[in-house]
């Protein structure tokens, strides 16, 4: 993966490192996991290294809430839109598998740790961070499990970057790609365990939003959420974005309506009150 389009996605997301001395900066415990989750296993190794020296962290978070909701907003590498998106335990995944090393070891990842080459992570172009994942090498029928951390790989019919730990525990650390299958099994560094009665954990999906208009002069984005803004009372937020249309290389003001709590309850709002060109969004 080059170390330029990591930057580049970082600076997408956010603008803002941290040191390698500590891989965990942010300590915010999982916010966005749904249901009880108090079957689920940490396996999250608590020990990582820099060099030869041992270094602990403390059990919590690792994606700070601004960094986990900047990271699920569409983004462009090499003129390619993509589309994050939200996962339950089970989804699978197929496709080539590659690994990056010593390059890019000290570096940010996209969620701002330190990218440390002996921890097991690994990068997805899509997949929530902190998604625990269990890659099986289909070549070999080796396994391990490992956590999302960065965006990535932006290589055509590549599906995920192995750091140096976690590829060579299936075994490409020397051959440089595999087939591989992905499979979610847990989030925010816990695997999931079966237990009677209780559903899978899966990532929650919240703060949808519909844009209802878009406008090349202001007064009429105003005008626009000044109506919806009285259509929808205190329960919900109106706002304008304002930003360069890459299509018409003009300046637009978007119109959202925020605050919808499901993609469906979002598209009743578009439906019920007949939304010309309304669309979903996230922010």
């Known amino acids: 993966m080059n170390i330029k389009y990591i930057f580049l996605i970082i600076s997408i997301f ?4 941290c040191s390698v001395s500590n891989l965990n900066p942010f300590q915010s415990k999982p916010y966005y996991i749904e249901g009880d ?3 689920l296993e940490d396996t999250t190794d608590k020990t990582i290294r820099s060099g030869n020296k041992p270094i602990r962290y403390k059990d919590g978070g690792y994606t700070s809430p601004a960094r986990h909701r900047a990271t699920m907003r569409n983004y462009v590498v090499k003129g390619r839109l993509y589309h994050p998106t939200y996962v339950a335990v089970g989804d699978t995944m197929t496709g080539i598998a590659s690994w990056y090393g010593p390059n890019f070891h000290g570096h940010q990842t996209s969620n701002g740790e330190t ?4 921890d097991k992570t690994v990068a997805h172009k899509t997949w929530p961070m902190d998604t625990m994942v269990k890659i099986t090498n289909l070549d070999n029928g080796k396994s391990t499990i490992a956590r999302v951390n960065d965006r990535g790989p932006f290589v055509a019919g590549r599906v995920v970057d192995c ?4 590829g060579k525990e299936i075994g490409i650390d020397k051959k440089g790609i595999c087939h591989v299958k992905l499979e979610v099994v847990g989030f ?8 009677a009665g209780k559903a899978a954990p899966k990532v929650k999906l919240s703060d949808f939003g519909v844009q209802v208009g878009a406008f090349s002069v202001l007064a009429n984005a105003q005008a626009t959420k000044e109506k919806y803004a009285k259509m929808v ?3 919900k937020r109106v706002i304008i974005k304002t930003g360069r249309d890459a299509n018409f290389k003009a300046t637009l003001h978007r119109v959202w309506v925020m605050g919808f709590g499901s993609k469906e309850e979002a598209q009743d709002f578009i439906n019920d009150n007949s939304v010309a060109g309304g669309f979903i969004i996230r922010d």
Request: net charge positive.
């Open 233 to 235: 009372g205190s329960g």
């Open 37 to 39: 989750n108090s079957y």
């Open 115 to 118: 990218y440390n080459m002996y």
């Open 163 to 166: 750091s140096y730990a976690t």
């Open 14 to 17: 956010i603008v803002s490192g």
């Open 188 to 195: 925010a560094g816990k695997v999931y365990k079966p237990k």
